[in-house]
Nanobody, 127 residues
Framework: QVQLVESGGGLVQAGGSLRLSCAASGCTFSNYAMGWSRQAPGKEREFVAA????????FYADSVKGRFTISRDNAKNTVYLQMNSLKPEDTAVYYC????????????????????WGQGTQVTVSS
């Protein structure tokens, strides 16, 4: 059973940075494509970033492109989301997601493409 545990959320001022981490267990991490989505109160879940099981391919939603960076360390079974230049509209619960990847370069760019989800970590950006 794949388990995902997010950490690194918190309260930050606008313009600040946070790095989220997601530790995976119960799987061969390097076989999984990974992603991050977020959900703000009263809004639909938004998929924000994805990375292939090898570090070659990434995807970003337009709303975070140029500010967020997704990366992974297969030796540590961990995926990261570096968030810079944070804005109040980035306030949300951030969820880590995983799916078994058919190829080394495959990425899933929608939440519906993922099979496993973490419990989420709250990010709050104050103005």
């Amino acid at each position: 059973q794949v388990q995902l545990v997010e950490s690194g959320g918190g309260l930050v001022q606008a313009g600040g940075s946070l790095r989220l981490s997601c530790a995976a267990s119960g799987c061969t991490f390097s076989n999984y494509a990974m992603g991050w989505s977020r959900q703000a109160p009263g809004k639909e879940r938004e998929f924000v970033a994805a990375i292939s099981r090898r570090n070659g391919n990434t995807f970003y939603a337009d709303s975070v492109k140029g500010r967020f960076t997704i990366s992974r360390d297969n030796a540590k079974n961990t995926v990261y989301l570096q968030m810079n230049s944070l804005k109040p509209e980035d306030t949300a619960v951030y969820y880590c997601a995983a799916r078994l990847s058919p190829t080394a370069a495959y990425i899933a760019t929608m939440s519906s493409g993922y099979s496993y989800w973490g419990q989420g970590t709250q990010v709050t950006v104050s103005s």
